[in-house]
């Protein structure tokens, strides 16, 4: 069973629309996180979800937003996509330790 | 002070050496220290971490040294295989609310 899941795994999609990711683990965990990762590696941290409450909410563009139904459950929804949204996007979670445990990512690809 | 600085960006090592990343931090209430290994296409995912109460943690090949007075960690990998060649990502946190600071990682090259 596949701990943390997102979908689709790869959108291809072009400037100005509007996408969804899909997170999804089965860990039981309480915490979620969104984060960005550049062509050059970095991991920019983007939100944090702690039961369905946000409480990190990095300095991104209002045009992305996460939403948490569920504790089990983080999307990112992102409005008027533009070029520099290219990257690749990894969902994880976290239970009381400080252990995150990564999804396999969404390689968004704007044209 | 919330930066973590990793160093070095890249590195090549041969099969068999031994692979040394290190990051250094300026923030004295971090008490959380981690390595993520990232293999491409995949997501990070941890490796080795330690607390500031210990100098030293070993798992394996994979060995963490912290300098708490330098404020300064590394990971050194004993008989590096190619196998091992990822990207590799130090992070810091502290106390609960486990947000990562994160290094910009290094992208180890082992050549057979």
């Known amino acids: 069973d596949t701990a943390v899941s997102q979908t689709p795994k790869y959108l291809v999609t072009q400037m100005g629309n509007d996408k969804s990711i899909k997170c999804e683990q089965n860990?039981?965990?309480?915490?979620m996180y969104w984060y960005k990762q550049d062509s050059k590696k970095f991991l920019k941290i983007m939100f944090s979800?702690?039961?369905?409450?946000?409480?990190i909410n990095e300095t991104v563009p209002n045009r992305f937003s996460p939403k948490s139904p569920d504790k089990a459950h983080l999307n990112l929804h992102i409005n008027s996509l533009e070029l520099g949204d290219s990257a690749v996007y990894f969902c994880?979670?976290?239970?009381?330790?400080?252990?995150?445990?990564f999804g396999p990512g969404t390689r968004l690809l704007v044209l | 002070q919330q930066q973590v600085k990793q160093s070095p960006q890249s590195l090549i090592v041969q099969k068999g050496g031994i692979s040394i990343i290190n990051c250094a931090y300026e923030?004295?209430?971090?008490?959380?220290f981690p390595w993520y290994q990232q293999f491409p296409g995949k997501g990070p995912a941890l490796l080795i971490a330690?607390?500031?109460d210990v100098s030293e943690k070993k798992e394996g090949r994979f060995t963490i040294s912290f300098n708490k007075s330098a404020k300064q960690f590394s990971l050194h990998i004993m008989d590096s295989q190619p196998g091992d060649s990822a990207t590799y990502f130090c992070?810091?946190?502290?106390?609960?609310?486990?947000?990562?600071?994160w290094g910009a990682g290094t992208k180890l090259i082992i050549k057979p």
């Open positions: 979800y702690n039961n369905k409450e946000l409480i």
């Open positions: 923030n004295t209430a971090f008490d959380y």
């Open positions: 330690i607390r500031p």
């Open positions: 992070a810091a946190s502290k106390g609960s609310n486990y947000q990562l600071i």
């Open positions: 994880a979670s976290s239970e009381y330790s400080e252990t995150q445990y």
């Open positions: 860990l039981g965990h309480d915490t």
